[in-house]
């Protein structure tokens, strides 16, 4: 395994690197791994065993082929995507995006139970060219997605203050006063005659604010990727997933795409199904693992689940790329992907079987493990590289 720091580090002109970043990624690191030591001693459910920073919990790893379509335009044959016709075996992994394995409608504090961030993390087995990371020593390409366009952190800044946060929690997992400031943004300044319920609302979360040393204090562009990450939470909220295996995800972050381009992608099934929202949510329906079992059932068919694997490009030089800001999405985004790959899915499988469940906590996703062609771009994902280098080799992880 090369060491996290030493390929791929040439900078485009679009990414612009804080001067206090470096410090902040390494405390980050710092607290993550105490993190996992936390959840691991006090949270039941884990059984004193160390898990994945992020994402811990899985609904299930599926074995696919990824075939690079044939008519795949000349301007996009790059990478990965050079050879038209090829297939190489890959590996899907489904999970929630929370750093708990806890139910997938996790009930707030009003006890009403939500939904949450989910994800598609796949690994692209032996693929041909220069490499910024070996994966367990081998030529794999990973791409991690989301059910949102956008991250719910602008950059390493704002990760940094969550993090803070949650190391303050015995389970390391609440993060809810990162969002404190936001939540008094929203109710704007005092004016006459307004209830008296949301006068002393404010001044409540004046007061915590004004107390809390990570909340005081805040600079105008934190308070704004505060403002950025609520609003992000808040469309998560209302994003109903019925079936992992039957929605859309996304890159979120930029990546490189050759010499001068920049990329984002998404995977879509070809044959979506409307997630309706729950008719009836009570405190055990859907059942707390209905996104495991929702996998399972999809792969005790006898069928071939096909999705899009797609791209969109940009110049180096455009405007409006927001390389350094992770919670905004480009300017016609969602209708810009384009079809570059096929990633087809073989049921049955037994995906929770006892082998194939280790196999699949043994995996180590990461975007760095990347061909040199599509660099992970902007400071989300410069944290990333070491956080998940971290967190894999934390857990004794295969490939980190």
């Known amino acids: 395994m ?8 040439k900078r485009l002109s679009v990414e612009v690197v804080p001067d206090e970043e470096s410090a902040g990624i390494e405390e980050i690191v710092r607290i993550g791994t105490r993190l ?33 379509r ?3 335009a000349e301007d996009l044959r790059v990478g990965l995507f050079a050879c038209p016709g090829k297939t190489h075996e890959a590996w899907i992994r489904f999970s929630n995006a929370a750093v708990l394995r806890e139910d997938d409608l996790k009930a707030g504090k009003d006890g009403i139970r939500q939904n949450g961030s989910r994800g598609m993390a796949i690994k692209v087995m032996d693929v041909d060219g220069e490499m910024l990371s070996q994966d367990n020593g081998g030529h794999n390409q990973d791409f991690l997605l989301i059910n949102t366009p956008m991250f719910a952190f602008a950059n390493v800044r704002d990760y940094l203050r969550l993090e803070k946060i949650l190391d303050r929690d015995p389970l390391g997992a609440d993060p809810t006063a990162y969002f404190l400031p936001a939540v008094l943004a929203s109710l704007g300044p005092e004016v006459d005659g307004e209830d008296s319920a949301i006068t002393q609302k404010r001044q409540f979360l004046q007061d915590m604010v004004a107390r809390d ?4 204090g805040l600079s105008a562009q934190d308070l704004k990727g505060t403002i950025a990450s ?10 109903t997933v019925r079936n992992p295996m039957e929605v859309q995800y996304f890159g979120a972050a930029p990546f490189l795409f050759g010499p001068g381009r920049v990329m984002k992608f998404s995977v879509a099934p070809r044959e979506p199904v409307e997630q309706e929202p729950f008719d009836t949510i009570t405190s ?9 079992d929702a996998v399972r059932n999809t792969m005790q068919g006898d069928t071939i689940l096909e999705y899009d694997f797609m791209v969109q490009t940009r110049n180096e030089g455009e405007d409006g790329l927001n390389i350094e800001d992770a919670t905004t999405i480009w300017e016609g985004e969602l209708a810009g992907y384009i079809p570059v790959a096929t990633i087809s899915v073989h049921a049955p499988q037994t995906p929770h079987g006892a082998v194939e469940a280790e196999h ?3 995996l180590a996703f990461n975007p760095w493990h990347s061909l040199s062609a599509h660099r992970p771009l902007g400071g989300i994902n410069r944290l990333r590289k070491p956080v998940y280098f971290s967190s894999a080799s934390h857990r004794g992880a295969d490939g980190y």
């Not at 040393?213 to 005081?216: E, F, G, R, Y």
């Open 284 to 292: 055990d329906i859907p059942a707390p693992d209905y996104l495991q």
């Open 360 to 362: 699949c906590e043994r």
């Open 213 to 216: 040393p990570l909340l005081s």
């Open 230 to 239: 609520a609003k992000v939470a808040a469309a998560i909220a209302q994003k």
């Open 2 to 9: 090369e060491a996290p720091g030493c390929h791929g580090d």
């Open 70 to 72: 044939e008519d795949i």
């Open 36 to 68: 996992q030591d936390k959840r691991a001693e006090n949270d039941a459910s884990q059984d004193g065993k160390v898990l994945r920073g992020v994402h811990a919990k899985s609904h299930g790893c599926v074995r696919a082929e990824f075939t690079i």
